[in-house]
C-alpha cells in the first residue's frame, strides 16, 4: 500500500470515527451543550488530499461531514510529511 493510500485511509477512518461521536466540552457535558464545531485535522499542502484553500478531496468529504452532521468546520492544519506520527 503506498503512503498516499495510507494517508487517505487514516483520514477517512478519522472522519468516520469523529462524525460518529458527538464533541462535548467535559463542563457542559450535563447540560447537553455541543461545541457546534467540527474539528479536522489536515494538510495545508497537500493535493489531492488537502491543502489550505480547501481544494483536495478530503477537504470536500470533511465538508459533506460537517454539514450532514449541522456544525461549522474548523481546520488544525498540520504537515503530514517525515516524523508525522512520533510528532503526534
Known amino acids: 500500500m503506498s503512503s498516499a493510500s495510507r494517508s487517505f485511509a487514516a483520514a477517512v477512518i478519522a472522519a468516520v470515527a469523529i ?3 458527538p464533541v462535548r466540552m467535559p463542563a457542559q457535558a450535563d447540560a447537553g451543550v455541543t461545541s457546534g464545531k467540527l474539528h479536522v485535522c489536515a494538510d495545508p499542502n ?5 491543502n489550505v484553500e480547501q481544494q483536495g478531496f478530503e477537504n ?12 461549522e468546520l474548523e481546520y488544525f492544519w ?5 516524523k508525522f506520527f512520533r510528532q503526534t
Request: net charge positive; glycine share 4%.
Open 46 to 50: 497537500n493535493l489531492p488530499f488537502s
Open 19 to 21: 462524525a460518529a461521536s
Open 78 to 82: 498540520f504537515r503530514q510529511g517525515e
Open 60 to 71: 470536500r468529504i470533511a465538508a459533506l461531514i460537517a454539514k450532514d452532521m449541522d456544525r
